[in-house]
């Protein structure tokens, strides 16, 4: 046998190999409860957030454990100070699937409320950057924190830079599981729905893989915080989050799929006291309607390349005026939301440079998304043709 065959063997062996051991392989989820130790994160009326972030993720690691094909990392099981960028580093080293980062939320204004799911990305909304800022600022509680996390300045949460193309892959799939997160609390919580926003997360930012952080409630509410502080709403919280992780993982990874948690007794929903205006990407209200799935013409036999511009509850008409002056505008349906998408080109150079069109029209979270033979595929495996 000549070295080219030889090669081309081991190759072969190696890539089945590879497909061998993937079909058998768990479906790895990351859970981090926020805070711990001396970072006791928010505390309100008695409650404080690094204690019910711990019950809560291991209430959700306690369900999953139960799953099938199903594999939990924690940052932490106890009331230990655990530096953000290890934690991000606990889950790579893991090759989890997901990251899951618990939170509580907190305001001086009594009345906000409601659930809210961060994924990784920029943001000009001053909301969204205060969230970031309150949580990044606990990197000062960490000894050598100038040298560690050297060029970051945690009270400008946008000095975060240098994301990479993996790492906007995963936006979609962050997009994706966080939808679900919200979607379970609207339906099984009842609470109300803040919605799907982007921020410069310093945990999110180094783990390489689709992850959100979720702000449960507002513990600086009285009714929401007593809710979260107790056993029966961290217990439901918990069903949510473990059954918008399953959720996520019968539609994107391939293996056993466990049957939903049983939910609790629904909790009285949380009245709806403060408003706030939730900006791409959002996810479905308890009344909106499933939108019908149009077929979205894709080049087929060489991959293509396109940038998806956001992901929404709402249809919008494709015109310019609705996408910033942005033409060549497509939509495809999934699920509750609609995915925005611009241009469309055989090109990965090309592509790049409608990328910095849509994010010079203000679309800062857009990303490049690849099709090949009429399907959906990684921007890694299109470049491979």
Do not use: W
């Amino acid at each position: 046998m000549n070295a080219v065959k030889r090669v081309s063997c081991v190759v072969l062996l190696f890539f089945s190999a590879l497909a061998f051991s993937q079909s058998g392989q768990k479906f790895k989820v990351a859970l981090d409860a926020g805070h711990g130790d001396h970072d006791f994160g928010a505390v309100y009326n008695g409650h404080i957030e690094k204690k019910i972030a711990l019950a809560v993720v291991l209430k959700v690691g306690k369900i999953l454990e139960q799953k099938s094909g199903v594999e939990v990392i924690y940052t932490r099981k106890t009331d230990t100070f655990i530096d953000l960028i290890e934690r991000a580093n606990i889950a790579n080293r893991a090759d989890a699937n997901i990251f899951v980062s618990i939170h509580c939320n907190a305001n001086k204004n009594s009345a906000a409320c409601g659930s809210e799911t961060y994924v990784m990305g920029m943001s000009k909304n001053a909301s969204n950057l205060e969230a970031a800022k309150k949580e990044n600022e606990v990197i000062t509680m960490e000894k050598d924190y100038q040298q560690k996390y050297k060029g970051y300045d945690p009270k400008s949460p946008e000095s975060i830079v240098g994301l990479t193309i993996m790492q906007e892959e995963y936006l979609e799939n962050s997009i994706a599981l966080a939808g679900k997160i919200q979607n379970h609390f609207i339906d099984q919580v009842g609470s109300k729905s803040r919605g799907v926003k982007q921020a410069p997360f310093m945990v999110l930012h180094k783990a390489y893989m689709p992850r959100v952080l979720i702000e449960m409630g507002f513990i600086s509410n009285p009714e929401e915080g007593a809710k979260l502080d107790s056993e029966a709403g961290q217990q439901q919280i918990a069903e949510a989050i473990a059954n918008a992780i399953m959720s996520y993982k019968k539609e994107f990874f391939s293996g056993d799929d466990a049957d939903d948690v049983k939910p609790s007794q629904k909790m009285e929903p949380v009245k709806a006291v403060d408003s706030q205006a939730v900006n791409k990407p959002t996810v479905k209200t308890p009344e909106s309607k499933k939108p019908e799935t149009k077929p979205e013409p894709i080049s087929t036999g060489v991959a293509s390349f396109k940038v998806q511009l956001s992901a929404s509850s709402r249809k919008l008409d494709l015109v310019p005026s609705n996408f910033n002056g942005l033409n060549n505008i497509s939509v495809s349906a999934e699920g509750s939301l609609y995915k925005y998408m611009y241009g469309e080109t055989s090109s990965y150079e090309e592509a790049k440079r409608l990328l910095s069109e849509a994010k010079a029209k203000g679309f800062s979270s857009a990303f490049v998304i690849a099709f090949k033979n009429g399907r959906k595929v990684s921007v890694q495996e299109a470049l491979k043709q």
